[in-house]
């Protein structure tokens, strides 16, 4: 089968296109001939980075996460999955699984679900890592009905999904965005959009919370900005984030007795850790897409899979909108 591969960590130039034997399905596992597949910032991080990653995948390595396709092969002990059936899922690209950005995947049978009926291949594949992230951290953060949540970087991959599970719980939605483009976006799939770049975060806590704070902080920006987050949310309120790996005071985290969930959601790719319970968040994110209150929103360049080093680029430019794709 037609590969990417990468034979050292670096630029995006080290992506080279290779013939390597299609991998046999096993048991518990699906073949699967991938359609699509999209770029998450861990892709971009393991490429440049690898070396210093202990998730990074031994080299030669073919990268990605995401993908959707058609299964080709059943293994042994997979009762769900038949030939012929349209799947998405985040399955490999990393330690010791073989990823996305080839023409096949052997998938395990835990990490992938029915793809949504009513949206294309290309629209599924940005969604299983993105995804998982979101509804993964707002469940933990016991989001409820009539709270209010906040989202850091509602335009962005995370973000973007994160507000629209936080509206299909009933929260009402805040989030931030910089810049006119990504505050419409963030106006376009149902919260109230919040300028960062203009507006400090004591003026929209009072603006928008009367001083209370956020019940929920979702933030998929992190880092520092995680101390925005501890200024933003309510008393006993609850954060969640996706980027913590960062030196921090949590003075005021202490005094407002907050909880902070940090959401890692290749645990169980990484350890063979509840892998089952991916499968079951993706069939859920797949019941919310086919009643139309999610949808993944797509930058407007696609590119193929020997374009995979501009798909890199464009989604480290941050000129971007929306989730960077790759169609096989």
Same mark, same amino acid.
């Given at each position: 089968?037609?590969?990417?591969?990468?034979?050292?960590?670096?630029?995006?130039?080290?992506?080279?296109?290779?013939?390597?034997?299609?991998?046999?399905?096993?048991?518990?596992?699906?073949?699967?001939?991938?359609?699509?597949?999209?770029?998450?910032?861990?892709?971009?991080?393991?490429?440049?980075?690898?070396?210093?990653?202990?998730?990074?995948?031994?080299?030669?390595?073919?990268?990605?996460?995401?993908?959707?396709?058609?299964?080709?092969?059943?293994?042994?002990?997979?009762?769900?999955?038949?030939?012929?059936?349209? #799947?998405? %899922?985040?399955? *490999? $690209?990393?330690?010791?699984?073989?990823?996305? &950005? /080839?023409? =096949?995947?052997? !998938?395990?049978?835990?990490?992938?679900?029915?793809?949504?009926?009513?949206?294309?291949?290309?629209?599924?594949?940005?969604?299983?890592?993105?995804?998982?992230?979101?509804?993964?951290?707002?469940?933990?953060?016991?989001?409820?009905?009539?709270?209010?949540?906040? #989202?850091? %970087?509602?335009? *962005? $991959?995370?973000?973007?999904?994160?507000?629209? &599970? /936080?509206? =299909?719980?009933? !929260?009402?939605?805040?989030?931030?965005?910089?810049?006119?483009?990504?505050?419409?976006?963030?106006?376009?799939?149902?919260?109230?959009?919040?300028?960062?770049?203009?507006?400090?975060?004591?003026?929209?806590?009072?603006?928008?919370?009367?001083?209370?704070?956020?019940?929920?902080?979702?933030?998929?920006?992190?880092?520092?900005?995680?101390?925005?987050?501890?200024?933003?949310?309510?008393?006993?309120?609850?954060?969640?984030?996706?980027?913590?790996?960062?030196?921090?005071?949590?003075?005021?985290?202490?005094?407002?007795?907050?909880?902070?969930?940090?959401?890692?959601?290749?645990?169980?790719?990484?350890?063979?850790?509840?892998?089952?319970?991916?499968?079951?968040?993706?069939?859920?994110?797949?019941?919310?897409?086919?009643?139309?209150?999610?949808?993944?929103?797509?930058?407007?360049?696609?590119?193929?899979?020997?374009?995979?080093?501009?798909?890199?680029?464009?989604?480290?430019?941050?000129?971007?909108?929306?989730?960077?794709?790759?169609?096989?």
């Amino acid at each position: 089968m037609k590969a990417m591969i990468i034979n050292a960590y670096g630029s995006s130039d080290v992506f080279e296109a290779t013939e390597v034997a299609k991998p046999d399905v096993k048991p518990g596992h699906v073949l699967v001939k991938i359609a699509a597949t999209s770029v998450n910032t861990v892709d971009t991080m393991l490429r440049q980075m690898g070396a210093d990653l202990p998730i990074a995948p031994p080299l030669p390595a073919i990268l990605g996460m995401d993908f959707a396709g058609t299964v080709e092969a059943v293994g042994e002990g997979v009762s769900e999955y038949q030939v012929g059936d349209e #799947v998405y %899922g985040c399955a *490999g $690209g990393l330690a010791d699984l073989p990823g996305t &950005l /080839a023409e =096949y995947i052997v !998938a395990d049978a835990n990490l992938i679900a029915p793809k949504p009926k009513n949206i294309s291949m290309t629209e599924a594949a940005a969604i299983p890592l993105c995804g998982i992230t979101a509804y993964e951290g707002l469940k933990r953060a016991g989001v409820q009905a009539g709270q209010s949540v906040l #989202v850091h %970087g509602g335009s *962005g $991959g995370v973000g973007h999904i994160a507000l629209q &599970l /936080a509206n =299909y719980f009933g !929260a009402k939605v805040f989030s931030t965005g910089g810049g006119q483009p990504q505050l419409n976006l963030i106006e376009k799939l149902g919260a109230t959009s919040i300028n960062y770049k203009t507006e400090a975060v004591e003026d929209y806590v009072a603006k928008h919370t009367d001083n209370a704070g956020f019940d929920v902080v979702f933030d998929s920006v992190g880092g520092e900005n995680m101390l925005n987050s501890f200024k933003a949310a309510a008393l006993n309120g609850q954060v969640a984030t996706t980027v913590s790996m960062v030196e921090l005071d949590l003075t005021e985290a202490h005094f407002k007795g907050l909880s902070l969930h940090v959401v890692f959601m290749l645990i169980p790719m990484l350890h063979n850790y509840k892998r089952a319970e991916h499968s079951l968040i993706l069939k859920e994110l797949t019941k919310i897409i086919e009643a139309e209150k999610l949808i993944p929103v797509l930058d407007e360049n696609h590119y193929s899979l020997e374009q995979v080093a501009l798909a890199h680029d464009r989604l480290a430019s941050g000129k971007g909108l929306g989730k960077v794709v790759i169609e096989i």
